[in-house]
């Protein structure tokens, strides 16, 4: 379970579902959008929902447990990005997207 740092906050997230985000994320302030992000927390935190404005001015890092790169779904990515373009912001959901036949291997 790695963290997405966020100002002053910490967040517990997936390595894998954190990749995903960094890629989303950086692509997204690189072109200087600020968004939205939201999840549902996790039993252990009570299962409300947080959302964090995610803008260039705040200090954003990502901190993985494990030490390789996680696989990559470009096809759950391309969804996440489409969500993150909406006016709701990126919701985070599951991984349920099937993977692109050159991502099969």
Same mark, same amino acid.
């Given at each position: 379970?790695?963290? &997405? ?5 910490? =967040?517990?997230?997936?390595? $894998?579902? &954190? ?9 997204? &302030?690189?072109?200087?959008?600020? =968004? =939205? ?8 935190? !009570?299962?409300? $929902? ?17 030490? $390789? ?17 909406? !006016? ?18």
């Amino acid at each position: 379970m790695g963290k &997405l740092h966020y100002g002053n906050q910490s =967040f517990d997230m997936d390595d $894998r579902l &954190l990749a995903h985000l960094q890629l989303i994320i950086g692509i997204k &302030l690189r072109r200087g959008e600020n =968004f =939205f992000m939201a999840w549902k927390a996790p039993a252990s935190a !009570g299962e409300g $929902r947080r959302a964090v404005w995610i803008d260039n001015g705040v200090p954003i890092h990502m901190e993985y447990s494990g030490g $390789r790169l996680p696989k990559m779904n470009m096809a759950w990515a391309e969804k996440l990005a489409d969500a993150a373009n909406k !006016g709701g912001g990126l919701m985070i959901m599951a991984d349920d997207v099937p993977l692109l036949p050159e991502e099969l291997d």
